[in-house]
């Protein structure tokens, strides 16, 4: 009588990592208004409070830092109370969630009643390229593992920079800039927005709305941000590092 051995099971295959360095980070922050789910966004776990801020400006519900009672965080969640006055707007609110950038809800009316925007301050090419050069040594979080998006909020008439803030999402680095500037009561109209990322419409938006007459990027815009900047009026410096830059309202 013969048997036959059993047959050696074959050992998992070892798949390799290579080239894994430091990674951003990326958490779901789900913001809860008045225990109503308005928004998740894919961000970074870091300056939560002034993306919070600048998300519910952005989008219409609130108008200063003050309109919100309390605003709580637990694990990936932002609790926010809004004082009685603005109550309203949470229950009201029906955002578009645009997929191209975490972030970016923009209304289904967003061409209809755009601001009109006009600078009270005069800049150059030159001024806005030496103020752009100040980004890398600010994009800390970018130095040490790429991945990330790097936005300035600068006084145009004094010609220097408040605040800059990282996110992984564009849109997101653009919200944190308006709620630290809501946090110290800035004025918004003598201020320009200095960004590494592409400017689309609901960049272009988050600016109007807060009243930012100028939006300066590395990189390009999309076409949705050009009709916005032609009907609004805002100024716009596109690739504004390279030797042919795009100027719109300058």
Known sequence: ??????????????????GLVALPEETL????????CLGRLSCSPFQRRELV???????????VAADVSSLRFREDRAGVRLRPAGAGAGRRFQ??????????????TMFAGLPALSRDYEFTLAQAVTLMEQLPARARMFRRHGGIHCSMLADMKARKILVSREDIGRSNSVDKLIGWGLTQK????????????????EMALKCLHARIPALISQTTLT????????????TLVGHVLKPRPILLNF
């Open 95 to 108: 955002p578009l969630q645009v997929t191209a950038c975490s972030g970016g809800e923009v209304p289904a």
């Open 1 to 18: 009588m013969t048997t036959s051995k059993p047959a050696r099971k074959k050992a998992p295959e070892r798949r390799r990592e290579i």
């Open 29 to 36: 922050l789900e913001i809860e208004v008045d225990g109503r």
């Open 186 to 201: 800035s004025d918004f109209s003598r201020c320009a927005v200095l960004t590494t990322g592409r400017i689309s419409a």
């Open 223 to 234: 076409g949705k941000a050009l009709a916005i900047v032609r009907r609004s009026g805002l």
């Open 53 to 63: 801020l600048g998300w519910l400006f952005s989008q219409g519900l609130i108008a």
